[in-house]
């Protein structure tokens, strides 16, 4: 069982918005920042969001992440297929000295 | 660009020792700005951090509590590698592995293609 608790699936159709939440507590996203992951079988993960609300070049702007006190939350608008993936944040938590990530979420476009 | 191109068995047979190897182009480990990681995937565990590697002034490297007493992780400076030792592999070993650069303030930015490791009894 993950420290950073994610739901385990969200949909929503094509042009609409869905977002991922990720709780974690005062060790983990508390202090640190948060990241985010697209992994789709088959391929490697690739990062979307970075310091909570960054994103990497190559990353249209319809993806967007925000943390407040000890959760984040990654929001996608537009939805199209090609977004169907698992989800994941990650943060380095200084309880365990190590990082963590969330169990992931299934997104699914319908 | 920066790549990282994976290497190593993929069936492992359990009690014995997993071993892989990460080859970075476009970087270069001994880099003071980033840290090297291996991290693994299975559908148990999700996406499980194992270890870093990184130097700044000398080399410095962590490992999850789950692995530590079965990891080593390795920096090849020569060759521009890094490694990836598990000892004792059990079937709950099985997951895809992969190699990632973290840069910045915490960000797996770089990841290597992955290579499916599976652990038989």
């Known amino acids: 069982q993950s420290v950073l608790t994610q739901p385990p699936s969200v949909s929503a159709a094509p042009g609409q918005r869905v977002t991922i939440s990720c709780s974690g507590s005062s060790s983990n996203i508390g202090k640190n920042y948060v990241s985010w992951y697209q992994l789709v079988p088959g391929t490697a993960p690739k990062l979307v969001i970075y310091d909570n609300d960054k994103r990497p070049t190559g990353i249209p702007d319809r993806f967007s992440g925000s943390k407040s006190d000890t959760s984040a939350t990654l929001a996608i608008t537009g939805l199209q297929t090609g977004d169907e993936a698992d989800y994941h944040c990650g943060t380095w938590d200084y309880s365990v000295r190590g990082w963590l990530f969330g169990g992931g979420t299934k997104l699914t476009v319908l | 660009q920066v790549h990282l191109q994976q290497s190593g068995p993929g069936p492992v047979k359990a009690s014995q020792t997993l071993s892989l190897t990460c080859n970075i182009s476009g970087d270069s480990v001994s880099s003071d700005s980033a840290a090297w990681n291996w991290i693994r995937q299975s559908p148990s565990r999700g996406l499980e951090w194992l270890g870093r590697t990184y130097h700044r002034s000398k080399w410095n490297t962590d490992y999850a509590e789950s692995v530590k007493s079965r990891i080593t992780m390795k920096a090849d400076t020569s060759r521009n590698q890094i490694s990836l030792q598990l000892n004792s592999v059990t079937p709950e070993d099985t997951a895809v592995y992969y190699c990632?650069?973290?840069?910045?303030?915490?960000?797996?930015?770089?990841w290597g293609q992955g290579t499916v490791v599976t652990v038989s009894s």
């Open positions: 990632a650069r973290l840069v910045g303030r915490g960000a797996f930015d770089i």
